[in-house]
């Protein structure tokens, strides 16, 4: 018997990795979704720049802001350069450079917002040691509340952080995570709660060898987390263990916003060393956000 269920898991192991072919996927949210919004990344404005010989735009300013400065610790020196976030090919390049460690933050806050469905980007990501690259909604609740973190909400679609800190394979991993008050629906009391899970690669490959849709699933009941087929997270939050019930966070309450940028260093990742390979990008086909 011990034979047959080695068997059946070598099996099981076995057809998941030599089925992993990320180029042949198109993410599909369901016949009872429909998109209410996208950005392919297409050239809006004038020329910004010439990059690798070629014209670079700013990203869209209706879809998105640079926020600028050390936001939420680490090394990175967030910018509104062209230099570290440009539109090229239809695609966002978000870059990191050893060099005073810059890097960019794109938000949508009081642009894109939105309360409730899918929200999914394809991303080819960066690798190597202190990077933090990630896809992440938060809450906003501040002008009506005057609420925020983390009572108003994360949810993080993607999270990776490179090299080998912890002793795992970090540039093979996604993390997903969602964060709340689980004291109250205001700033006080305050507990900060979260919930995390994370997947590996099931043929070993980088999250940098491919670009993978990374998505999440926001209901009123519930919250999922995937990378292109696998579903990787799921949480009900409509009865949390241990926590306030219900959680304004994720009723519907207030819209989330959306954020991509790539953070260095930290607690979490550590420092870069003498293995990071400078400068380090983050390549965004597209983003979309589907409704019932």
Known sequence: MFRLINLILF??????????????????????????WQDDFENVGPIKATINGAPAYAPNPSNWILKTGNINGGLQNYTDSIENAYIQNDELTIVAYKEGYTSAMLSSAYLQQFTFGKFAAKIRLPYGQGLWPAWWLVGNAWDKYKLYWPTVGEIDILEMIGGRQWGNPNDKIAYGAIHWNNASNSMTPLNHAQNQTKWQTPDGSLLHDNSLVYWTEWTPTNISIGVNEFIYFQFNTTNISGSINPVDAWSGKWPFYMILNIAIGGSWPGSPDNTTVWPQKMIVDWVRVYQQ
């Open 11 to 36: 099996v099981f192991l076995f057809a998941n990795v030599f089925s992993w072919n990320p180029s042949n996927y198109s993410y599909d949210p369901g016949s009872n979704y429909h998109l209410v």
